[in-house]
């Protein structure tokens, strides 16, 4: 097994090297020459939204509680449902490289520089989110330790996104895609006949496992503060934008949303599925250990290679694209304006930057509990401080927020989010402090903006 991952690990690098290869211009290698196609960039989006949460986490969330863990990835699809069809063409229309340059063309420069700092640090959590993810999973195939396998994934990832950009990592995320879906329902398909069938899979599945929006462990409330935890995500995300940036049109970016939106979908009810059949066949063990539990004990080789295979493919897609876009966001929006780069240097040390945040994304890596643990405390800085004053710039048209009300904005939420998310702080609703920092991020720029436009102006004799 293990020389099997070793090939396809080799050609997610050769496939990303040799695919991007021009990407010598700002353009092509931060968005690819803005040519993607519909398949190409839906493809992209459904390989970087099914990353370690929607696998390794989902999995063992429904371990846990049954199939209302399906809504961390479902929360998802209606993200990228809205977003197809509200924001798109708002996100296309400022033709921009990257969301901060988005924040930065609606707020000015100084908003745009706090949404990148802010944005490069969540994101850090995203990136590590999927190295935890990793190093639970390839050392499965059997050999070597864990630090060489996690070294020898983050070395290919980092390879292919420093050679060909957003190009090379577009292409892989494509084939990555394929190999999700295979091998997800290949794993589950296996499952549900070798208990019987799908009647017996029901009968055996635990008390309340199968009840389903809502159950006695996640009702209606905890649906709606993931629509707005991690839902929101979507629907202003870095990753996300940057894929809408780089297909060719407006309507290439719209119908790419929507049907990545659909396929999400089956996604997350099969891997909510596999978790709840481990929780059969193992009741006992660490719940974000149930895919890999299945891949070594419950599965003929040629399945579980499946089922490996799409799991490494799931979690180098997510990592690449959160990755390089950390990388265009520290280089363009941050390092560029600091020191005035030109186009070929901004390129340069955006390359140069995605090898130090790969390090960094390792060692934090070392210090977070486990997947969800790591994209909680991304999504909780990012969408505090973030998401609210970018959906009012993006919808609020002439009545937008100006500058200064949007970074105080920025500002409140993100410390917000941040506090709630730091483990030895102890505040008052410390659990609900992400959601009190979103709404306050909303609410101070609109206050503020309100205040500045009442003010008298002074009238010079």
Not at 322 to 349: C, H, P
Request: net charge positive.
């Amino acid at each position: 097994m293990a020389v099997l991952l070793l090939v396809v690990l080799a050609s997610f690098l050769l496939v990303g090297v040799s695919t991007g290869r021009v990407a010598r211009s700002r353009e092509a290698f931060f968005v690819a020459g803005r040519r993607g196609s519909p398949f190409a960039i839906a493809g992209s989006l459904l390989a970087t939204v099914v990353g370690g949460s929607a696998t390794i986490g989902v999995a063992g969330l429904a371990y846990q509680r049954g199939l209302t863990a399906a809504w961390w990835t479902l929360v998802g699809a209606v993200g990228l449902a809205i977003l197809g069809l509200v924001l798109a063409p708002k996100v296309r229309a400022f033709n921009v490289y990257t969301l901060p340059g988005l924040a930065g063309r609606m707020y000015g420069p100084r908003v745009g520089m706090a949404v990148a700092l802010l944005t490069v640090v969540a994101w850090m959590g995203v990136v590590s989110g999927q190295i935890v993810a990793a190093s639970r999973v390839l050392t499965l195939a059997g050999t070597g330790s864990a630090a060489l396998w996690i070294l020898l994934f983050t070395g290919v990832l980092v390879v292919y996104a420093v050679a060909g950009g957003q190009k090379a990592v577009i292409r892989t995320d494509v084939l990555q895609a394929v190999v999700i879906l295979v091998g997800l329902s290949a794993a589950l398909a296996y499952v549900v006949q070798a208990v019987g069938g799908p009647a017996a899979w029901t009968a055996e599945a635990p008390s309340g496992s199968l009840d389903f929006p809502v159950s006695a462990a996640f009702g209606w409330p905890d649906i709606g503060t993931m629509l707005v935890l991690v839902g929101s995500v979507y629907l202003v995300g870095p990753d996300i934008y940057t894929r809408l940036l780089s297909a060719r049109d407006t309507r290439t970016a719209r119908i790419a949303a929507l049907s990545a939106s659909v396929l999400v979908i089956p996604v997350a009810f099969v891997v909510s599925g596999l978790g709840i059949s481990v929780r059969v066949l193992a009741p006992g063990i660490a719940p974000e250990q149930a895919l890999p539990w299945l891949i070594g004990n419950a599965l003929p080789p040629s399945v579980a290679l499946l089922l490996l295979v799409a799991l490494v493919a799931a979690l180098m897609s997510s990592a690449d694209s959160t990755l390089l876009g950390q990388a265009m966001i520290l280089a363009d929006d941050v390092l560029s304006k600091v020191f005035n780069l030109d186009e070929k240097r901004v390129v340069v040390v955006a390359k140069a930057c995605v090898v130090a945040l790969a390090l960094l994304s390792l060692l934090l890596a070392l210090s977070l509990q486990g997947v969800i643990a790591s994209l909680l405390f991304a999504y909780s800085v990012f969408t505090a401080g973030v998401v609210g004053p970018l959906l009012l710039g993006l919808l609020g048209g002439n009545r937008r927020p100006d500058g200064a009300s949007a970074l105080v904005g920025i500002c409140v939420g993100g410390l917000c989010g941040l506090i709630g998310s730091v483990p030895w702080l102890v505040v008052p609703l410390k659990a609900h402090m992400s959601l009190i920092g979103l709404g306050l991020s909303i609410v101070v720029p609109l206050v503020l903006s309100s205040l500045a436009k009442r003010r008298p102006t002074r009238i010079r004799a």
